[in-house]
């Protein structure tokens, strides 16, 4: 459970508004938990949704997303298509690589 954003926006709040503490309070906690459920997160900024995955995924589950998608979008497989098409798959493939990436950090904490 996260629990220092709501802290932090807490804190904030009631700095923010001295004038009026509860109010400041009741805005830092609010904002805290949209911190903390990650409501002012980008969508591209979660890996398990590049990788169309849900958050519950196994590591054979997360590999094979990995290695369908690579074969799927990889440019080696594109060299015969028109070069705009090829450079999509590279930026798609270097979004893949960093979800993956991203996704193996945190199974290693």
């Not at 804190?11 to 400041?24: E, H």
């Not at 409501?39 to 995955?53: A, I």
Request: glycine share 8%; charged share 30%; with cysteine.
């Amino acid at each position: 459970m996260h629990w220092y954003g709501k802290l932090l926006g807490f804190i904030v709040g009631a700095l923010l508004f001295r004038s009026n503490p509860v109010f400041g309070l009741l805005l830092g906690l609010v904002i805290g938990h949209g911190v903390d459920k990650g409501w002012f997160k980008r969508p591209d900024d979660d890996p398990y949704r590049v990788m169309g995955l849900s958050t519950e995924a196994t590591n054979a589950e997360i590999e094979l997303a990995y290695r369908r998608l690579m074969s799927r979008y990889h440019p080696d497989k594109l060299v015969q298509a028109a070069p705009e098409l090829r450079e999509q798959a590279e930026q798609k493939v270097r979004k893949i690589n960093a979800a993956y990436d991203r996704i193996q950090r945190r199974c290693r904490r």
